[in-house]
């Protein structure tokens, strides 16, 4: 095996000092153009890979970001939502040289390991997304120290100053609401997520924007799941048999909807209404009828995550890194 090329060897074939060659390697300032494109040239025809320890100890930075997601393994590989958020974030985060250490929630011993990893010094940065309402994980992530941003509102209680990324929820569902009455539909259900995160508040703030004195049994608890969206339909259709529309808090719960009215003979759009809420084309190619939803950029609101943090690393006062909500978009289909 041939002996790994050396920083030494790279600022001879450059001819620069080492220390010029060390400063364009880690990213350092105050080298001019000519001299740093001659050294990225020498690592290129050397085949040089830094010393990760080694840059450790220059720059102060581990290179990697922490991806918590406060759910258990089975969601997080079964519901499409994460993989597009995960796949923005880890798209940036490659784009930036980062490498990405994907945590999730399984049980309660799992936030105390996850504490530990972050206290330990081994990332730059978390991201942490899916958060409920009664999770320790942002308590966690303020104790660590460990500059974060989160995906979605946090709730009561969450670290303040953490900024994070989130889509306009209740003017989505408000937008959705709104186009189901305008067919003329006047026992719109609601089959809402769980009430534990803010999306799903949000959005059934939304419903009761427009519907302000909707019927409580047009209003069943889901969890986000094609399951719970099915167990929903059913449990509506038998205690409201009247109901002509249906707004799914997501996708999953509007595709379990779909299933339920094909089984009960009813058509859509013409018996009962219906209207999702993400977009996301892994459950919308299952749909029959194609689906009416409320579009989110999961994928861009991944990447916004990264570069909120890439801000947070850069100005750790927190300058530049505001939360941002992204807008949201109804998209008109065949069930509605």
């Known amino acids: 095996m041939t002996p790994r090329p050396t920083l030494e060897e790279v600022a001879a074939r450059a001819g620069v000092s080492r220390a010029t060659a060390s400063r364009v390697v880690n990213g350092g300032s105050g080298v001019r153009q000519p001299l740093i494109d001659r050294v990225r040239t020498a690592v290129d025809e050397l085949?040089?890979?830094?010393?990760?320890?080694?840059?450790?100890?220059?720059t102060q930075r581990h290179g990697a970001v922490a991806v918590i997601i406060a759910e258990p393994e089975f969601r997080v590989f079964s519901d499409p939502f994460f993989q597009q958020q995960v796949r923005g974030i880890s798209r940036e985060l490659t784009a930036n040289d980062i490498q990405l250490v994907l945590l999730w929630v399984e049980e309660e011993a799992d936030h105390e390991r996850i504490g530990r990893y972050l206290a330990g010094g081994h990332v730059d940065g978390a991201l942490a997304f899916s958060l409920h309402s009664d999770d320790r994980l942002a308590g966690l992530i303020a104790h660590s120290r460990v500059p974060?941003?989160?995906?979605?509102?946090?709730?009561?209680?969450?670290?303040?100053?953490?900024?994070?990324?989130?889509?306009?929820?209740r003017g989505g569902a408000r937008a959705a609401v709104s186009h189901?009455?305008?067919?003329?539909?006047?026992?719109?259900?609601?089959?809402?997520?769980?009430?534990?995160q803010t999306s799903a508040l949000d959005r059934a703030a939304g419903y009761f924007d427009v519907l302000i004195e909707a019927d409580p049994e047009l209003i069943y608890q889901g969890d986000f799941t094609r399951v719970s969206g099915a167990r929903a339909m059913a449990a509506l259709l038998d205690r409201r048999p009247d109901l002509d529309a249906v707004f799914a808090a997501n996708d999953l719960m509007a595709l379990g909807a779909l299933q339920v009215l094909q089984e009960r003979g009813l058509h859509v759009p013409r018996d009962v209404a219906v209207v999702g809420f993400d977009d996301m084309e892994a459950v919308i190619s299952d749909c029959t009828p194609a689906l009416t939803t409320v579009r989110q950029d999961i994928e861009y609101m991944g990447r916004l995550m990264v570069r909120l943090l890439m801000r947070l690393l850069e100005n750790p006062s927190g300058h530049g890194s505001d939360s941002v909500i992204t807008p949201t978009v109804l998209v008109r289909r065949q069930s509605a």
């Open 47 to 58: 085949g040089y890979v830094p010393n990760h320890a080694a840059r450790s100890l220059v």
């Open 148 to 169: 974060a941003v989160f995906g979605g509102r946090p709730g009561a209680g969450s670290a303040p100053t953490v900024p994070y990324v989130d889509c306009d929820n």
């Open 180 to 196: 189901l009455a305008s067919l003329g539909c006047r026992s719109i259900a609601h089959i809402a997520g769980p009430r534990d």
